[in-house]
Nanobody, 120 residues
Framework: QVQLVESGGGLVQPGGSLRLSCAASGSIFSIYTMGWYRQAPGKQRELVVV???????NYADSVKGRFTISRDNAKNTVYLQMNSLKPEDTAVYYCYADLVVLTKARLGLWGQGTQVTVSS
């Protein structure tokens, strides 16, 4: 059983900061890409940022300069530091991982989602 567990969402005022965490656990052999997507009400899920096992990143233009992704490979954990938050950042944020389990099967996993609300 492999799962992604997210934490760190909540309510914050415009201009504020939040830090999301996502830990992968279970029978994991290796993890390739990890990252974050988000889905606002009435909209499609969209990429926020992803990071490879080597540290290469790909940010959505809308979050460049405000959000920072980091990854602890030893802990199978990815973090998203979100600064200068705007109301349009309000969404459910989903963690994603492209990984290989001990049986050598390759999986794409999603977390359960964590709500981020930016409002005064």
């Amino acid at each position: 059983q492999v799962q992604l567990v997210e934490s760190g969402g909540g309510l914050v005022q415009p201009g504020g900061s939040l830090r999301l965490s996502c830990a992968a656990s279970g029978s994991i052999f290796s993890i390739y890409t990890m990252g974050w997507y988000r889905q606002a009400p009435g909209k499609q899920r969209e990429l926020v940022v992803v990071i490879t096992s080597g540290g290469s990143t790909n940010y959505a233009d809308s979050v460049k300069g405000r959000f920072t992704i980091s990854r602890d490979n030893a802990k199978n954990t990815v973090y998203l530091q979100m600064n200068s938050l705007k109301p349009e950042d309000t969404a459910v944020y989903y963690c994603y991982a492209d990984l290989v389990v001990l049986t050598k099967a390759r999986l794409g996993l999603w977390g359960q989602g964590t709500q981020v609300t930016v409002s005064s």
